[in-house]
């Protein structure tokens, strides 16, 4: 450690931590009066929601929340959610945001690994909750979280219904300070194998990423994604680490704020129209299920900026997107990092440029973000050079990345191998600090010596105007090691074959963008491609589903 110089400070200075808390005291400045809107049913102001976040802190220490102690929450995207993202860590307990997505044996599995001891469960997951209550080893009490008029449920532990018990709570509450290094949240991420692994977030790594997404989405003029004057509307659950934080950030800002409940595409349409939307994220898949709805058809979305992340965005995706007016810029993040890593930005170098030219980067991966290092790592352990050429595994520093998976020693060393987060996915850097996730390390295409990444090929296929969707995935091959098989869903009223696609990939190898092994020889026609529980492709089970037709010879399969 460097010496350097400290100084202590007058004994009664106070040293504001860095505690959640902190986030709440600025958007109600700003605007008091602006609203938090719940599906069609809801809308309050930015002063209730200050108000319903003391109640919901009174009820919580009366129903016996002890600082320390886990609380987790079973709903879809809610102002109820938003106030426990607040109200839950502001007590000093920490808040368990279930992937209701997951199997009931998984989701077993997180609420006894995490000690969960309070519960919030939304009716709709009241059957769910029943069908594994017999086997939480931690749980004491429950609150219901319902919309409709019946306020009781078949709970054990039930203390009563959220609103119920918010309008007989005190609407102040005196929120202690406390260390900025106590976990403040937790979930759980699914990797290809093995339990699900626990990540865990303070109140100081929360109020950092905070900070330096505000800056990101608020202050880059060539990107700029969010003010205050903005409306805001997530498309991507709030168990999906905080619906990528965002919330924290629009409230922070005083942004009209619009949470949907369950996502149903006609009434995301609805809510855009009516509340004027502006700003929002998902997962490419989710856009294009909103696309695809019937009243997307011909609607003219001008005005409406989204983030895309958690998989790779690709032109085609982009390019319908801008037909319709909605601006998309991408950006990268993990579970483990809270996520926000990198996000596209267009500097004066490009700007000067092609359009063309500049959608290619505004679909990379990102440049990273305020107080973040990325690098790329061989297998050594050794840095390679941001030249755009070297590939390697994406490694990570910020001041918010998970410190480790909860009781999982081992798994959290490997995790934080040679002092930096290994984030699994193989990627190049380039001078302007852009990068390119070229793909997973384990989804990575091995085919006669070459390397093939799935992430181009699907890129490169979905520009075909047959393709509305589109997987690809290595398949073992006695000959080369593996080769590449291709899941498409057509739109409706084409056709096209494992030929016809071959014929759209010849130029991309003419011209050396791809090698020749890169096309596929196997493609499956298919109406559905496999999501995982937040909406990615779910390559483990294409695999799974692709070996299965492969040993039947299914009749949907087409060979070149
Ligand atoms: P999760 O932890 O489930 O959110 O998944 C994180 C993974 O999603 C990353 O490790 C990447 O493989 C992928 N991912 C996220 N953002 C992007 C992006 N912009 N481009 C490509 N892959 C992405």
Known sequence: MLQTRLIAPAENAHPAPLLIKRLLLSGIRYEKTREIVYRDQLRYSYATLNER????????????????????????????YLECMFAIPMIGAVLHT???????????????????????????????????EGQLTTVEKTILLTDTADKTAELGGLVGEYETLLAAAS?????????????????YTTGTTGNPKGVYFTHRQLVLHTMAMASTVSALDSIRLMGNADVYMPITPMFHVHAWGVPYVATMLGVKQVYPGRYEPELLMKLIQQEKVTFSHCVPTILQMLMNT??????????????????ALNRALYEAAKATGIQLTAAYGMSETCPLISCAYINEELLAGSEDERTAYRIKAGVPVPLVEAAIMNSEGKLLPNDGEAQGELVLRAPWLTQGYFREPQKSEEL??????????????????????????KDVIKTGGEWISSLELEDLISRHPAVREVAVVGVADPQWGERPFALLVLRDGQSLDAKGLKEHLKPFVDQGSINKWAIPSQIALVTEVPKTSVGKLDKKRIRLDIAQWLAAGSAFLSTV
């Open 53 to 80: 976040i003391a109640r919901l802190a009174n009820v919580l220490t009366e129903a016996g929340v002890k600082a320390g102690d886990t609380v987790a929450v079973m709903d879809w995207d809610s102002h109820r």
């Open 98 to 132: 279930i992937n209701i997505r997951l199997s009931a044996d998984q989701i077993l599995y997180t609420m006894n690994h995490a000690d969960d001891k309070f519960v919030l469960v939304n009716s709709e997951f009241v059957p769910l909750y029943q069908s594994i």
């Open 171 to 187: 609407p102040t509450y005196e929120f202690a300070d406390f260390d900025e290094n106590s976990v403040a949240t937790t979930f």
């Open 294 to 311: 019937p009243s997307a058809k011909g609607h003219d979305f001008g005005g409406l900026r989204m983030i895309i992340g958690g998989s």
């Open 416 to 441: 934080w191998e040679h002092g930096w987060l290994h984030t699994g996915d193989v990627a190049a850097i380039d001078d302007m600090g852009f990068i390119e996730i070229r793909d997973r390390i």
